[in-house]
């Protein structure tokens, strides 16, 4: 074996002892050939026994066409060593000096003596190789072999962990929260993380009817066609083409709360992705029905659970109050809706927990710098109700500005995962109306909203009037 030969050897051993992405590795791979003979692809294709396709691992394991050349190469290869061009080839015992004209060479991903892959390598048209060259190359797909079986142990134990930890999360978001249309939207975010092959939606059944939650549209009006189907009996149902599931959510009282739908346009979805959904679709609905319960037992408190403002119930309750005193005495009344800026890139990058603790922080502001006879509130998500009695619009947008610079100029201590704790700076967008008697509470919060959002609209960290 030539100095070149041995050097081509110890080059591969250095590439597979390094923590590479496979796609990165096929290069470092290819590149090394490169230096032997004339290389044009070098690709890896993994067989999926869950769908029955073949993967490909340099374009993010996705699945291999049907018509695909991958396939028959990996039929013909079991049992040998290669499949050169278009036939299957078995190594001789010993080194001849045969020499071959070949455009493609595949070759066997084993594990405990079974193919799992393929190792594709195209090269320039009516290339020659000798015998010497086919042992080199089964020695590069031994050893390809067992760094592989890594990267899919490895692979498979990361998507477990996740799986637990969504498990985990979906769970505790009813530590610190209870309504709905909340926490749905986590669990739909969640699950969509997770499942990133797959299309997530979120519905829930009001009056009889299935109305998407999460995200925001759902044109596809083949699912609304399974909901249908749906009955509290019902364990999940996949359509023909397996590329549309639905899971029940099932309340404590065995009815339908709503459902989650998966769907693809590409990939179907496997044996595994149903076990995963159907364990979530499980937690999800324990979840809810928790929430559900404890908003029964919470629907006569006055205070929030997370930040300890009033809550919408009592801030509804407070607004009627100060519309009537308005009225009758003829004071002036100031609407302040506040909205945390960017507040789902806080939960995307630091996790809800964090997002929890920056509601608190901004609760805790409003609290400090706001009068005593001002009436905060959370009113839902991350937004806030103010009332501010006797307040002209004038000293109300002193006071909104006075509060958005408090905001702004205040670190507020998150947990990151690995348990430090570190400050993140958030803003708020800010919408300010003026009471006039002609109007309703609702309406002078809508007027309130209004400016609100033209405060977003407008580049945010800001305060807007109606």
């Known amino acids: 074996m030539t100095y070149t030969r041995l050097h081509f050897l110890a080059k591969i051993a250095d590439i597979l002892t390094e923590r590479l992405e496979v796609p990165v590795l096929c290069q470092e791979l290819k590149s090394a050939l490169s230096e032997l003979i004339s290389t044009k692809e070098l690709n890896v294709y993994v067989y999926d026994s869950v769908t029955n396709t073949m993967r490909d691992c340099v374009k993010s394991w996705s699945i291999v066409n049907d018509d695909s050349n991958i396939y028959d190469a990996f039929n013909k290869i079991k049992g040998y060593d290669f499949v050169i061009n278009t036939k299957a080839y078995k190594l001789p015992t010993v080194v001849s000096d045969i020499t071959l004209k070949i455009d493609s060479l595949y070759m066997p991903i084993v594990k405990d003596g079974q193919d799992f892959g393929?190792?594709?390598?195209?090269?320039?048209?009516?290339?020659?190789?000798?015998?010497?060259?086919?042992?080199?190359?089964?020695?590069?797909?031994?050893?390809?072999?067992?760094?592989?079986?890594?990267?899919?142990?490895?692979?498979?134990?990361?998507?477990?962990?996740?799986?637990?930890?969504?498990?985990?999360?979906?769970?505790?978001?009813?530590?610190?929260?209870?309504?709905?249309?909340?926490?749905?939207?986590?669990?739909?975010?969640?699950?969509?993380?997770?499942?990133?092959?797959?299309l997530i939606y979120v519905f829930l059944k009001q009056d009889d009817e299935f109305k998407l939650i999460w995200p925001k549209a759902c044109k596809d009006e083949r699912i609304y066609e399974v909901l249908k189907q749906l009955t509290p009996q019902t364990e999940y149902i996949i359509t023909n083409d397996d590329k549309i599931g639905v899971f029940p959510l099932i309340s404590e009282e065995s009815e339908i709360l709503g459902c989650i739908v998966a769907r693809s346009t590409l990939d179907k979805l496997s044996k595994r992705d149903i076990s995963y959904l159907e364990q979530l679709t499980r937690q999800s609905?324990?979840?809810?029905?928790?929430?559900?319960?404890?908003?029964?037992?919470?629907?006569?408190?006055?205070?929030?659970?997370?930040?300890?403002?009033?809550?919408?119930?009592?801030?509804?309750?407070?607004?009627?109050?100060?519309?009537?005193?308005?009225?009758?005495?003829?004071?002036?009344?100031?609407?302040?809706?506040?909205?945390?800026?960017?507040?789902?890139?806080?939960?995307?990058?630091?996790?809800?927990?964090?997002?929890?603790?920056?509601?608190?922080?901004?609760?805790?502001?409003?609290?400090?710098?706001?009068?005593?006879?001002?009436?905060?509130?959370?009113?839902?998500?991350?937004?806030?109700?103010?009332?501010?009695?006797?307040?002209?619009?004038?000293?109300?947008?002193?006071?909104?500005?006075?509060?958005?610079?408090?905001?702004?100029?205040?670190?507020?201590?998150?947990?990151?995962?690995?348990?430090?704790?570190?400050?993140?700076?958030?803003?708020?967008?800010?919408?300010?109306?003026?009471?006039?008697?002609?109007?309703?509470?609702?309406?002078?919060?809508?007027?309130?909203?209004?400016?609100?959002?033209?405060?977003?609209?407008?580049?945010?960290?800001?305060?807007?009037?109606?």
């Open 285 to 466: 609905a324990i979840t809810i029905n928790r929430a559900n319960s404890y908003s029964k037992i919470l629907q006569y408190a006055t205070m929030d659970a997370l930040t300890n403002l009033n809550n919408r119930r009592q801030f509804e309750y407070r607004l009627s109050q100060e519309i009537a005193t308005t009225k009758r005495q003829n004071n002036p009344l100031c609407a302040m809706m506040i909205d945390i800026d960017f507040f789902k890139k806080v939960n995307d990058t630091y996790g809800h927990a964090s997002g929890d603790a920056v509601l608190r922080g901004v609760a805790s502001i409003i609290k400090a710098t706001l009068r005593e006879s001002d009436i905060p509130s959370r009113y839902g998500g991350e937004e806030f109700a103010v009332l501010l009695p006797y307040t002209h619009i004038q000293e109300a947008q002193i006071v909104g500005e006075r509060l958005r610079k408090a905001v702004e100029s205040s670190p507020i201590p998150v947990n990151i995962e690995d348990s430090k704790i570190q400050t993140i700076n958030v803003t708020i967008s800010m919408g300010l109306a003026e009471f006039n008697n002609q109007e309703t509470g609702e309406e002078l919060f809508g007027r309130a909203d209004k400016a609100l959002y033209e405060a977003k609209g407008s580049g945010r960290n800001r305060v807007c009037v109606d």
């Open 118 to 198: 393929i190792i594709e390598l195209e090269l320039d048209e009516n290339t020659q190789v000798n015998m010497e060259f086919l042992f080199l190359m089964k020695i590069l797909s031994s050893q390809v072999s067992l760094k592989l079986q890594n990267i899919i142990l490895n692979e498979q134990s990361k998507i477990n962990v996740e799986f637990h930890d969504s498990m985990k999360n979906i769970a505790k978001i009813i530590e610190t929260q209870y309504e709905l249309n909340y926490i749905v939207p986590i669990i739909g975010e969640m699950l969509d993380r997770f499942i990133i092959d797959h």
